[in-house]
Every structure is written in C-alpha cells, then in structure tokens.
C-alpha cells in the first residue's frame, strides 16, 4: 500500500511539474503584436486621440474601427509588406489583434474621461509608451502604478473605487462554509498568489491572530476540551501547533483535574492504583504527575515472604492477608518490593 | 412523532417525484422540463462562461449578469413532466407503474402522516415559488467618494475594529458566563507614510467565577487558571517604519514572525535591509527580544536571536537561510536551541510552485519539507503535494521548537505525506478532499502519542445554489490508525448558510463525531453531536451583530451555548 500510494504522489509531482514546466517555458515567448507607438507617435508626431478618439469622451480610450485611417498613410508602404504584415491581417475585426494586452476585466471600473478631465496626461500612466517599438505585457498599466498616483493625488485606493465585485463588503466566492477548514492551505502559497486573492487586500494581520487565537476549530467541542482533544494528541500532535504551544498545554493539565479524580480515586480507596502499570507513563498520568512514581512505593514484603511465593493465594478478597484496593492482575512486585 | 414526521416526508417526496393531484401548475408548484429537451442543469449552465475562481478567490473576468443566474438557468435539475406531458404518459406502462408506487407509498403512510405530509408538500411548495421568484436585483455598485472615508487624527489614518462577546454554557448541573473584549487598531497607512503602527488587545471577564477548583467543572479553560477573574491579553502592539535609509522595514514591539523555519512571536526588534537588485535581490535580517509565552509564569531567561539571508537567484526563485539562537528557561530546566533554516521556492509560471524546508537543531537534522502547488485558473483547480519527513527524536526543548514533549513525550521520526486537491465544477460546487498519511521510521516505537495514521476527508461546498445567496456544505473526515481502532476519529457535518442581502445572513448545521479510544484498557467510544443557529447582521457603517446557539449532546451531559457578539469597525 505504502509503496502504491509513494508511485502515485510521485507520479502526480511529475505531471504536475511538467505541466507547470511546460506552461513556464510557454510564458516566455510572447506573441508579436507588431505596432510600434515609437514610430507613429514620436517620429509621427501623432497625437494618442488622434487613434484613440474615445477616450476624452468615455471609459474606453478606443481603437480605431476601420483601416481608413491607417491607410491614409498606410496605403503605399502596405504594398511592399508580406501578406502577414499587411494591415489587413494585423486587424482581424472591428478591432486589432493585441486589443486584448490592455482589456480590463469586466468588474473594473475605469474611465479614460475622468482621468483626462483631471489633467491626467496620457503618459502620466502609460509610461513609456511612446519608447515602445511593439505591443507587449510591458505597455499594461499595472495596479500598483494606479494606487500609487492615486496616493499622490489625495485619490481613493478603496477597492470599491476601481472594482464591482472586489470589495471589503463582500466576500470573494472561495471564502464559503469550508473556507475557514481549507484557508490555510491556499495562504501557505503565499505572496506569488494572483494579486486580487492577497489576503491583505481585505485583511490585516488582527484577522488572523483573533481568529488563530481565540476562535477554536470546529471540531473543539466541548467534550474535545474535556477528553477528545487526548485522542487527537495522540494521533497527530502536529496539528495542534497551528495555534497551540507547550505552555497552554502544561498550564491547563496543572490547574485542571481530569473528570476520573473524583469520588475514590484517591485516599483512601486509592482506585488511581488501578491504572498503574510499569513504566508509568504510558497511561498518561506522567501527563500532570512527572516524576514515577509521585509518591512512595507501597509498603514492601515482610521478610519472610521468599521469592516465587504467590500472593494470590493469601492477598484475595476474604483471604487469610490484607487487600487494601481491588487486584487489577498485575505483578505485585512492582510496587511491592 | 418519528413516524409522523418520516411518513411525513415519504408522503412530500412521492408527490414531488411521481405525479399526483398536488402536481398543479399553478402556485410555482410545478418543476417543468424545457420543452425540447433535458432541464437545463444550473451545474453546466456555466460551461461556456467566463473563467471562475470557485477554489481561491475572485473571479475578476465575469461580468455581474453572468454571476447572476437568469431565470431559466435555475431550473432544478432532474424536473418531473408538467400536466400536458402528463397526458401523454397516461397510457403507457410507465405511468401506471408509477400510479402504483405513488399508492403504496401514499398507503404506508397512514391518515396522521398523510395530513403532515400535506403540510411538508406545502411548505415545498411554498420554498419552491419563493426560489423561482426573481431574486431582488442589487443596485449597481458605486464607485466610493474619491477622499479617503479613514478617520484622521492628527493627520493619521486610524483604522480598526472594536468587538464585544457575551458567552453563556450551560449544563444540567453547571454554568459558565463570560465577556470577551478586543481592539485592534492600526494606524497610518502604509501606501501613504512610513510610520505606521499596529495593535490587538483582548480583555476578558469571568461573570461567574467563585467555583472550588478541587471539584470537576465542567467548562473549565485555560482563563479559569489565573487568579483574577478579570484578564488580559496583548496579542501584538509594534510600529513600523519603512524606507529608512538602507533598511526596508524597522519593527519595534510585540510581534510576530511567519517566515522563519518555526513561529516566533516576542517582544523586540526587527530590521530588514533592502533588497540590492544589484546581487540577485539580497537581502538580509535581524531580530531580537523576550520570547512571549502567554501561559508561563515568568518570561525571565528567556531570549531569542535570529538573522536572516534571502535573495532571487534566477526567474521565479526565491532562497533564504535562516539561523536563530533561543534559550527558554522552563519546566526542565534552561534549554538553548540553534534553529538553522534553508529553504528554496519556485515558481514555474503563475501554476505551480515549488518549495523545499530543510531545517537543523543543534547538529542534527531536523526535518525537511517539500510542497508542491498547483493552480490553473482555467481550471478551477488546485492541487496540494506535500511530503515531509522527521529525521531524529524530538525530546525537551525550548518552547519555541517544541514537539509538546511535557504532555505527549518523546516524538519520534516519521514520514508524512498529504495530497489536497480542489475544484470548481460549475459554477456553483467546490468539491475538495485529500489524504493524509503518516509512517513511523520504526514501527516498534508506535506507542500512544507516537501513531501511523490514514486521514480521509472530503468537503462538496455550493454556493449560491439552488438559491442565490444559499450555500450548502457536507463535510466528512476519517482518521484511522492502522491495525486497531484505538485513535480512529470519525466527523462529519452538514451545513447551510442564507444571506438574504448583503447585510443579514443566518447560518445552520448539524455535527458529529465518533472517538475510539483506550485509556484504560478498555475500547471506549464516544459520539458527540452538535447542532447550531447563528444570525449575522452587518451594516455599511461598520456595525456587527451576531447571535449563535449551540447544542452539543454527548456522554458526558448536554452542553448548551449562546454567544451574542457586536462589533464596530471605524
């Protein structure tokens, strides 16, 4: 069974790692999106409204629609290029090819008029736009450029200002009934995390060290409290150190009496010599009482008992010698010396 | 009463699977089936959708409407023929064989269940048409008002949240009530300034208190052991200053670490440099203080030191070595640990990360951990691999790096694997599950606190379904200890939370768990069963409320909770 289950945990890491290779070494080619804004608007001289004609209008700056505007200047230099070169097929629709690189998702709320309105300059966000000789990741305006002008400008970083659906108000769809078993394995990933799943967009560090500190799992009920968190221990004490250290441990065991030191557990009934077994610790009493024995032996044989003598045969309830507690049918001479 | 109520339901079911009189299509009472074809299924509505993020988090790329399920869309899966459909049906095999099984059902029932069936039918009926309703529409979402909504003193944001819980227990033969106090502020922010400072304290008060501790108590925690009825906690209060000269990051105060090969949590210092893109992104740390430990009598002797190395060597890497010096003075006397650390991670594009833990104490080996994530997106899936492995046996140490040696004893080595996998289906389940398995390097030292085990657990989780705002949560989870019953666990759970609007959510669910075990020779076993209410109230102005009740029946006698908590966040 052992070595079934090691084949195919090996056999998942690999295909995982594969896959995750292969997806990695895809990333890093990156498909030509051959439109230079170097060559049309610094050596051109073009204006950004001059394509992008919507964007003092509205959300969206715009792509020119039609190949009528580009052929304008266009029409000479497209005959000499090759059929994948000619603008026809850099624009397949209504819009261009790498339109996408710069698509919001459709939850952002964003508009190029507000900004323009607020003399925000087209190149106060897309920095270094006019440096590029092609369409790539790069021209993307990041989120933490947007938060950081947005800082400067005394404007909102509220998650509300900018996003429908990410909001400190509402929950993302993964925080359901189960997230609150299944959380700490999707934050050990840690900070290479997709930038709208960080936990610190919506919590500080006080979440979680409220919660880790003071809400109990589910599964510490009260008779886990009481009794059950022992089996637990026994299983997998690892678990526990989630939240728990040695000191709550210890502190609790030597304040708090277990429910079985009751009635005649003690003197003079001595019932806890029934859980007796050598060595001591392994019933768990050493839990509270560490040193084996807590307290002096019982009284040892007189001297006239001789080895091999069966006490069994005088020490019985109703026999010829003394019977202080009830015989669980251990050796004798462990306590008796 | 049972057998009313189980009659009750028999009777509901046979009319809303087979038809019967009660199949009318008037009152939202019928489940139709689309014409044409099978009944549009909610689960694969979604197929074509937009990419969802059921696992993990938001899902950025769906517009609202797409979120929202139309009204069509959200017909049941599995509908029964409407009355029109039902004529055609009437003449064939099918249908009476149908006729006869709704008979003897109807029959078993008797008069009493059929009346309560009627009322059940009722009430489902009444369910269905409330869930076929349009749900209300929320308002679109406006942007928030450009200033900052913080409040400022002195020119500094404050922000944090002040929370307030009552807690009441009760036995048949003991109570316990309780109030439980906490603030965490934070102040400054950090996209704004470089000072910022952070703080979470918590008071609480035994109501009752006054109990003679030589006697059982039944809700006796580890409050009920200090002297004063009234207590306090400081959980962590620390400033922070970033960007300071060379120094990333200065911390001062009460604290914690995560990145360390174990938690430390004190009270000192904290100095991170900034990352020198010119070697790989170098950077270095120190730390230093008190160690804290809450529930030790005396912090004296106690001390904790630690540095850091971290860098980037290559794309999507990240290596870091660690080395901490600790002395804790505590129940066996002073123990002083060297903690070294080595880790490496990497990324492989944004779908798999890889990490690797290897840690030393003193000059033996510890222990190693490698973790490998996986995420796709596209997918909605997630998958977990992790293996790890004790080299030697963990005796007295100090606190910081203990294995709970006091009360569990001697930890001896073991390999530990564990397979998490998660995934949407749809666009309204999360299935998640795994398994755990532990093998001890000697299996003779199997002893009570040192044990193999099997963890089985799977968890389906729906949201917004069948009703928007609905969700529904099984939960089960095995733990077994091979080759006896002594220390196999069972749980399992079901549970239903409704947020009827942004503000007002209510929240159920039932419980169980089976322990196995032999404390004294004796295979006991105990079952604990756990039922739960809970109200959730949360306006936009920061303001909480919640009420939970709680029942839990088991062995020892039935314990019964009530929590009213409120909470203000400015």
Redesign the interface.
């Known amino acids: 069974m052992?070595k079934v289950?090691?084949v195919m945990?090996a056999t998942?890491?690999i295909s995982?790692?594969a896959?995750?290779?292969l997806?990695?070494l895809?990333?890093e080619k990156e498909p030509e999106r051959p439109f230079s804004h170097l060559k049309h608007g610094k050596e051109q001289d073009l204006e950004c409204q001059s394509c992008h004609t919507k964007a003092a209008k509205g959300a969206e700056a715009g792509m020119p629609v039609s190949l009528k505007k580009c052929m304008l200047c266009h029409e000479g230099i497209d005959e000499k290029q090759p059929p994948e070169r000619k603008l026809a097929a850099l624009y397949p629709g209504e819009k261009p090819a790498w339109s996408e690189v710069t698509k919001l998702?459709?939850?952002?709320?964003f508009s190029h008029k507000v900004h323009l309105d607020k003399k925000v300059g087209c190149a106060e966000c897309h920095r270094g736009i006019e440096e590029s000789a092609s369409i790539t990741e790069a021209v993307r305006v990041r989120k933490e450029a947007c938060?950081g002008c947005h800082?400067e400008r005394?404007?909102?970083?509220?998650c509300?200002?900018?996003?429908?659906?990410?909001?400190k108000?509402?929950s993302?769809?993964?925080?359901?009934?189960?997230w609150k078993?299944?959380h700490g394995?999707?934050v050990?990933?840690?900070m290479?995390?997709?930038p709208?799943?960080r936990c610190s967009l919506c919590h500080?560090?006080?979440t979680c060290?409220?919660c880790h500190?003071?809400e109990p799992p589910?599964?510490h009920?009260?008779?886990?409290?009481?009794?059950?968190h022992?089996?637990?221990?026994?299983?997998?004490?690892?678990s526990?150190?989630t939240c728990h250290?040695?000191?709550?441990?210890?502190?609790?065991?030597?304040?708090?009496?277990p429910?079985t030191?009751?009635a005649a557990w003690g003197s003079p009934r001595n019932y806890h010599c029934?859980?007796c077994h050598t060595p001591l610790?392994?019933?768990?009493c050493?839990?509270c009482h560490?040193s084996t024995p807590s307290h002096a032996l019982a009284a040892p044989k007189p001297d006239w008992h001789t080895e091999g003598m069966n006490c069994r045969q005088c020490h019985v309830p109703g026999g010829s010698g003394p019977m202080p507690h009830p015989d669980k049918g251990d050796n004798c001479n462990a306590c008796h010396p | 009463m049972r057998r009313v109520w189980r009659g009750a339901v028999r009777f509901a079911v046979a009319h809303l699977v087979f038809p019967g009189p009660f199949n009318t299509t008037r009152g939202g009472c019928a489940f139709r089936v689309r014409s044409g074809g099978a009944p549009a299924s909610p689960l694969a509505s979604a197929a074509s959708a937009?990419p969802?993020?059921?696992?993990?988090?938001?899902?950025?790329?769906?517009?609202?409407e797409s979120?929202v399920p139309s009204r069509e869309s959200r017909s049941p899966v599995g509908g029964y023929p409407t009355r029109d459909s039902r004529l055609e049906t009437r003449d064939t095999a099918a249908h009476h064989l149908i006729t006869l099984l709704r008979a003897a059902v109807v029959r078993a029932a008797g008069r009493k269940t059929m009346a309560a069936g009627v009322g059940v039918l009722w009430l489902a009926c009444s369910l269905r048409a409330w869930a076929a309703q349009e749900p209300a529409q929320e308002e679109?979402?406006?942007?928030?008002?450009?200033?900052?909504?913080q409040n400022e003193y002195f020119g500094i944001p404050v922000s944090?949240?002040f929370s307030t819980k009552y807690r009441g227990?009760w036995t048949s033969e003991d109570r316990d009530q309780d109030l439980?106090h906490?603030l965490?502020v934070?102040f400054g922010d950090p996209?704004?300034q470089d000072v910022t400072g952070?703080l979470?304290l918590?008071a609480t008060q035994d109501v009752d208190g006054d109990r003679n501790?030589?006697?059982?108590f039944?809700?006796?925690?580890?409050t009920?052991?200090f002297s004063n009825r009234n207590n306090g906690?400081l959980?962590?209060a620390y400033l922070d200053v970033t960007h300071a000269g060379p120094l990333d990051l200065a911390r001062a105060g009460r604290q914690?670490l995560y990145e360390t090969p174990a938690l430390f949590y004190f009270d000192g210092f904290r100095l991170d440099s900034k990352p020198c893109a010119e070697v790989k992104n170098l950077q270095v740390g120190l730390y230093g203080g008190v160690p804290v430990?809450?529930?030790?009598s005396s912090a004296g002797g106690d001390l904790l030191a630690g540095a850091y190395l971290e860098a980037q060597p290559w794309k999507?890497a990240k290596a870091r070595v660690d080395y901490a010096r600790i002395r804790d003075d505590?129940?066996f006397g002073t123990q002083r640990d060297d903690l070294w650390g080595a880790s490496l991670?990497q990324?492989?594009?944004?779908?798999?990360?890889?990490h690797g833990q290897y840690t030393r104490l003193e000059a033996e080996s510890r222990d190693l951990l490698l973790?490998?994530?996986?995420?796709?997106?596209s997918l909605d899936l997630?998958?977990?691999?992790s293996?790890y492995h004790l080299y030697n046996s963990q005796k007295i140490l100090s606190?910081?790096t203990?294995?709970?040696?006091?009360?569990?004893?001697d930890?001896f080595p073991y390999d530990q694997?564990r397979?998490?996998v998660?995934k949407g289906v749809g666009e309204y389940l999360?299935v998640?599950g795994g398994?755990d398995?532990?093998?001890l390097d000697d299996d003779a030292k199997e002893?009570?606190?040192n044990?193999e085990?099997r963890?089985f657990y799977l968890?389906p989780?729906f949201?917004n379904w069948p009703v928007p705002g609905l969700?529904?949560?099984l939960?089960g989870e095995a733990?077994e200890?091979p080759g006896t019953d002594n220390?196999d666990?069972r749980?399992g759970?079901f549970?239903?939370?409704h947020a009827y609007s942004?503000q007002l959510k209510l929240?159920a669910g039932v419980?169980y768990?089976l322990?196995?075990?032999d404390?004294?020779a004796n295979l006991e076993r105990?079952r604990?069963r756990?039922v739960y209410g809970k109200i959730t109230y949360?306006d936009?102005n920061g303001f909480k409320l919640d009420v939970a009740y709680e029942l839990?029946h088991?062995s020892?006698?039935d314990?019964r909770t009530l929590k009213v908590g409120a909470a203000y966040s400015f």
């Not at chain 2, 203990?402 to 004893?409: E, G």
């Open positions: 052992k289950m090691v945990a998942l890491a995982l790692g896959c995750g290779l997806k990695f895809g990333l998702p459709d939850e952002v709320i938060m800082a005394q404007a909102s970083n509220e509300s200002t900018c996003h429908t659906a990410i909001r108000e509402r993302p769809q993964s925080h359901g009934l189960s078993e299944t394995k999707v050990r990933l840690g290479e995390d997709p709208e799943n500080t560090e006080s060290t409220s500190r003071d589910k599964n009920t009260h008779f886990w409290r009481i009794q059950g022992a089996v637990a221990v026994g299983v997998d004490r690892s526990c150190a250290r040695t000191d709550f441990c210890d502190r609790c065991h030597q304040d708090t009496q429910r030191h009751t029934l859980s610790r392994s019933e768990g050493a839990l560490k | 937009a969802r993020n059921l696992v993990t988090g938001w899902d950025g790329a769906r517009s609202r979120r679109t979402p406006k942007p928030a008002p450009e200033k900052p909504t944090g949240t227990r439980f906490y965490s934070d996209a704004r952070h979470l918590r501790p030589d006697e059982f039944a809700f006796t925690d580890i009920n052991t906690r959980y962590y914690f430990h809450m529930y030790e999507g505590y129940l991670r990324s492989l594009g944004e779908i798999l990360i890889l973790r490998a994530n996986f995420y796709e997106r997630r998958v977990d691999l293996w606190i910081e203990d294995f709970f040696f006091s009360s569990a004893f930890y694997a397979l998490l998660a999360v998640q398994v398995v532990r093998e002893a009570t606190f044990r085990f963890r968890t989780v949201s969700s529904l949560s939960t733990w200890v220390g666990i749980t759970g549970d239903v939370s942004p929240s419980a768990a322990f196995k075990y404390f004294f105990e604990v756990t949360k936009l839990e088991d020892l006698d314990f």
